[in-house]
């Protein structure tokens, strides 16, 4: 029998976000529990391979997050003081934060006004004799301009880590993110799969993938675990100092069990993405990011709506405040990094990013997972129409 997470009554509250968990997970984490090996294990090196296997890459590493395989890929470029990143400033602060601890200054770009992903030429604008990599950001499941941008860098010589953490299963011009080059995956909570906390990085390039998986557990030659024994050698050794980044088969077991189920969840997501699409049309005020014109497929990630004050009545707080009045979660992707406090002491007032900050002020995440039902995504239709009527002067229609 499945589990089922999705069946709420009516009044519960819907979430922004649920991971999708049926009993074959519980069944896998459940064995892994019972075998005795827990930490990084055969678990880890299966779902390094089912990724190799889904995404082309020659190479994967799993790590506890992200952020830490950002981390462990810019030190292994080694990214440092004096050195410049280009990274849009739309996308999660872990991205400036692990430039930034490494002594190097990430260099904000602007985004597209209504996909919310960077473009070559903004890339191509920022580039200096010090930018030693480039950090694109495919955006809520939707994949950036990749042949453009990929040109960009590799006229300039300057290694491109793509930022997939919202793109895992996502098609770029008929190959899967991370097919060629860097990138990253993200397998948080509320990622298309996830395994708990957890973080992928994929590469072409062997010896980067060798040099960070030892970086990864401490700069030891070997792991605790490794597909010929079980232990650690004596003659193991310290080849650079190092972290400790490497993934618990408790988590791993998750992520191979949910990679298994991606394209079902993305067919779903795809399907509550088109209801929202078709229901917002003719909402004041709601505008939905634009599907990028390439040749792609989206995973989406997130559905991401800009509330327009002057037409549906109400700011994108009041918005926010509003649904969850109804019982309705929403989420917030992202607050600019370079608005935050520290980037904006680090900058003095000098980066200004138009499109950038007219989409920080008005972005919402409404309610999008795989188990939501029809009656759900019409809920949240019907709380967004009441939100705006709300807000409307009288006699005015939403």
């Known amino acids: 029998m499945t589990r089922s997470n999705n069946q709420a009554a ?6 922004f976000c649920r991971p999708s968990i049926d009993d074959s997970d519980v069944a896998a984490v459940t064995r892994t529990l019972t075998s005795g090996w827990i930490t990084t294990g055969p678990s880890c090196a299966e779902l390094e391979q089912a990724i190799c296997d889904r995404t082309g890459a020659k190479a ?10 950002m981390h462990l890929a810019l030190h292994a470029l080694g990214i440092g003081p004096g050195d410049e990143v280009i990274t849009p400033s739309m996308t999660w602060v872990s991205t400036p934060n692990m430039i930034s601890l490494l002594g190097a200054k990430p260099v904000f770009v602007d985004v597209d006004r209504d996909t919310l992903l960077v473009s070559p030429e903004s890339i191509s604008a920022a580039m200096t004799d010090r930018t030693k990599a480039i950090i694109p950001v495919h955006f809520a499941g939707a994949p950036c301009d990749l042949n453009g941008i990929r040109a960009v860098a590799d006229d300039a010589g300057v290694p491109l880590i793509e930022d997939a953490a919202h793109a895992i299963g996502t098609n770029h011009a008929g190959s899967e993110i991370g097919n060629t080059g860097h990138a990253i995956f993200s397998l948080h909570p509320i990622k298309n799969v996830t395994s708990g906390e957890g973080g992928i990085f994929v590469t072409g390039d062997t010896d980067l993938a060798n040099e960070i998986r030892r970086m990864r557990f401490h700069g030891l030659a070997a792991e605790a675990w490794d597909r010929n024994q079980q232990g650690r050698s004596p003659q193991v050794e310290v080849q650079s100092p190092g972290f400790k980044y490497n993934l618990p088969d408790m988590n791993a077991t998750l992520g191979v069990s949910q ?23 003719d909402i004041k005020g709601i505008k939905p990011l634009t599907v990028p014109s390439w040749d792609h497929r989206h995973a989406w990630h997130l559905f991401v709506v800009r509330i327009i004050e002057e037409e549906a009545g109400l700011d994108r707080d009041q918005f926010m405040a509003s649904l969850k009045e109804q019982g309705i979660g929403t989420g917030l992707h992202f607050r600019a990094a370079h608005t935050h406090r520290w980037y904006r002491d680090q900058a003095n007032g000098s980066c200004k990013l138009g499109d950038t900050e007219w989409n920080t002020d008005r972005i919402c995440s409404i309610p999008l997972f795989p188990d939501m039902t029809d009656a759900d995504v019409e809920r949240v239709l019907n709380g967004i129409r009441t939100a705006c009527k709300m807000n409307q002067p009288q006699g005015a229609t939403a």
Not at 260 to 276: C, G, H, M, P, V
């Open 259 to 281: 990679l298994k189920r991606l394209d079902s969840f993305i067919e779903r997501r795809t399907q509550i993405a088109n209801r929202y699409l078709k229901g917002l049309a």
């Open 60 to 69: 994967a590493v799993a790590v506890t997050s992200g952020t830490a395989a």
């Open 10 to 15: 009516a009044g519960d509250f819907l979430p």
